[in-house]
């Protein structure tokens, strides 16, 4: 059974940074697509980022592009996303999710693995 667990959500200021990682367990993730979503009160759940497992190719949302990095530690079957700049309307729920195909999907039906969320929080 695969298991996402999120860790390292927060409050925090504008202008800071914070880093999310979601450990991946329960079975092997060679070329399998891992993503971030993220989610505001009353919105839909938006894509945020996605990198390929095996060969490192990472897609971005356009509104957190050139301030957020998706990264990946194969050797820990760990993702990570590093949030710079934040602002408050990065305020959401962030989730990990776990594509079965090397083939990018913006939409959040396109994963079949998802974790339980890390609340992400910015204050102005």
């Known amino acids: 059974q695969v298991q996402l667990v999120e860790s390292g959500g927060g409050l925090v200021q504008a202008g800071d940074s914070l880093t999310l990682a979601c450990a991946a367990s329960?079975?092997?993730?060679?070329?399998?697509?891992m993503g971030w979503f993220r989610q505001a009160p009353g919105k839909e759940r938006e894509f945020v980022a996605a990198?390929?497992?095996?060969?490192?190719?990472?897609t971005y949302g356009g509104s957190v592009k050139g301030r957020f990095t998706i990264s990946r530690d194969n050797t820990k079957d760990t993702v990570y996303l590093r949030m710079n700049s934040l602002k408050p309307t990065d305020t959401a729920v962030y989730y990990c999710a776990v594509r079965a195909s090397s083939i990018i999907d913006f939409y959040p039906g396109g994963y079949g693995y998802w974790g339980q969320g890390t609340q992400v929080t910015v204050s102005s």
């Open positions: 990198i390929n497992w095996s060969g490192g190719a990472t």
């Open positions: 329960g079975r092997t993730f060679s070329n399998y697509l």
